[in-house]
């Protein structure tokens, strides 16, 4: 735990089947217009949007609707949602849905009172928030992201191909979620996966980084063993409540800032996938998956020892008469391996990617500092080409 | 995670060596009287006292003075520091010491306008709060109780011989703590081993409960490592930043909620500790590393899986070509001998306990239903004799 760091989370979690229970009682601390933000409509086949709607009702809320949250928010929706926000006076955001909709509710609760382009101020130039925000209130569907516990926040401008994710302060993290794990039960099968490499590799970009001995890093390999041994559980049996439960209170906790404390981070996979999923919309983490192997390969001389750590506590890669390379190794061999047996896509050209697009991936990567190596620009193109798989 | 539960955890901490630069900030969002807590002045000589006093200072504070706060705080002490605030019209506590310190303040911060005697209220009769609660901040300089973090407030009744623990809402954590390793070097080593365990016991009162596989578990297994391996080289040298910012962590995050989650708990430990203490006055830590083994090893057959994943997951103990009860039985015996490496007192004996008082100590535990077995007064009374030693 070494540096000098700040530690404070006021998002206020529900969990569990009766989660929703809490929702009324949440309302009452708000004013009457609750911008009510979800996805593609899935909610309205499973039940979800039905029950949200009467309790809002109930509790006498005006209800301004902002649906059509697609999977990678846009900047064109944003400005939507916040001129819908201002012309509702809007005193709640309640955000019904995934990551992707989590994250739009956000950028929408700092955006809407933005005097400039919101795009500019807070995506491009990542500036502070100086202006009202706007509540927000979450009710989980899907998870991954961490954005029903953190104050991220990723946006996708399509005319400038950039897909910029903003780390806000904890006066926008959600003021409350509402996790029920029954809610992820119907999530179809690519996105329930997707979602669980979306997990691991944030605890993964968190984990390596940093030579030292961190509490935070032995918290991950408890994260990460109780993460791989519940997905493949949930493969097997998408309904296996306990299992998705662990892996729903995982995501939060992979992703709301306790892990990265004390720590430097790497955030290179992200910045990779996030590119390739400008370029290719491919679910997010999918593009995570596709990069991790050849990224982790790359940079395993770098971060040996780290490595080594890896494979012994959370693969349990014996360590006898091998050499700390083999080990390091042999570590990503069974990560691998599991990663294809839960189904997991292992190769960018899978998600659209053709050779012409590379440069352009590799440019519009933004290059972070906190893992074992700086890439170049070389380097994120040798990862690419060997993301692109045989 | 199985079960309904929520999760909100307030308080804001400022981590690291220079974690004092924040009382400043902080202290801007009170009012002007500020209640000082602190205990036998140690911090006078090591000069946290006039730094803090200085900040205050600075701040246009003005001190209301309450020092001579006891390892065990007293019913007596209790009603002394309520009146010394409501005569002060304090706005703020802020409690500078450990753990007795910060449960001492939050005591005071929710008996101070409490109509009734507080002792019968809130410890007796274990009330929720329905009165004014004076905010509490802390700067710690003990590790241990993770009471910087929680609700938790232990009071001592010499006269009834009982000594209670209040677990108070969300509403009667502390705001802000403050939490720098250097602080916890000057401790005596007493001291200072009796809080290792002490966060131990946390850890496995927790640990040691229900049989569903549960993220939590998982988390606690990674802290119990950190905290064992971080431990050892803080005996060696209590001077090791690493080890102790390590620790200091481990403490807040073993006892602020997070790790009970979707979990039963046991406490049993600590039922019986402190009713150790309340008849001798015993450190805290050493009342519980007394009984613990004796205990653990009683309820083992009644938690076998549990303590067999505890041997192999914490201690590395091999299962292989064992009985269960062999591994589970190998993991008790390597942690007495870390005990014994660090110095832990391992029987009560060496704390004042005289065979005349095992009767009293054991009608005064308090039986809790979260572990393996509901213990009678018998099992209790067993256990105390086991943990008289030879």
Not at 313 to 331: F, L, R, Y
């Amino acid at each position: 735990m070494l540096g000098n760091f700040s530690y404070s989370n006021p998002t206020k979690l529900y969990f569990g089947e009766n989660a929703l229970e809490h929702l009324g009682a949440e309302l009452t601390h708000y004013g009457k217009n609750v911008l009510l933000v979800y996805g593609g409509g899935s909610i309205k086949k499973n039940g979800i949007y039905d029950q949200v709607v009467s309790i809002l009702k109930s509790c006498d809320k005006e209800i301004i609707e902002d649906p059509g949250v697609m999977p990678n928010p846009t900047a064109e929706k944003l400005y939507q949602g916040c001129q819908r926000a201002r012309e509702g006076k809007v005193d709640l955001i309640l955000a019904v849905g995934g990551g992707s909709v989590c994250d739009y509710a956000k950028a929408v609760s700092v955006s809407t009172y933005c005097e400039e382009d919101p795009w500019d101020k807070y995506y491009l130039r990542m500036e502070d928030v100086d202006n009202k925000i706007i509540p927000v209130g979450c009710v989980l569907t899907m998870v991954g992201t961490g954005s029903e516990m953190n104050g991220g926040s990723v946006i996708t401008n399509h005319e400038q191909k950039l897909k910029i994710g903003h780390v806000f302060g904890d006066n926008v993290f959600p003021k409350f979620s509402i996790l029920n794990p029954t809610y992820t039960f119907t999530l179809p099968r690519y996105q329930m996966i997707a979602g669980f490499f979306d997990i691991m590799s944030h605890i993964l970009e968190q984990y390596f980084s940093g030579e030292d001995d961190n509490t935070s890093d032995y918290i991950m390999e408890g994260l990460l063993k109780s993460l791989i041994h519940s997905t493949k559980i949930a493969v097997e049996n998408p309904t296996d409540y306990e299992a998705r439960s662990n892996i729903m209170w995982i995501a939060t906790w992979a992703l709301n800032t306790l892990v990265a404390k004390g720590k430097s981070t790497d955030w290179m996979v992200h910045m990779i996938g996030q590119s390739v999923g400008a370029y290719t919309d491919a679910t997010h983490g999918m593009t995570l998956s596709a990069i991790s192997i050849p990224y982790y390969r790359f940079i395993m001389p770098y971060g040996l020892q780290k490595f080594k750590r890896y494979a012994v506590n959370v693969w349990d890669v014996s360590p006898d008469g091998k050499t700390d390379e083999q080990i390091a190794g042999e570590g990503l061999t069974r990560m691998e391996r599991y990663m294809r047996e839960i189904g997991l896509v292992m190769n960018i050209k899978e998600l659209g990617v053709t050779e012409e697009m590379l440069d352009g991936i590799a440019r519009g990567s933004f290059i972070m500092d906190g893992g074992y190596k700086v890439l170049s620009n070389d380097d994120i193109l040798t990862i690419l080409k060997d993301s692109m798989g045989e």
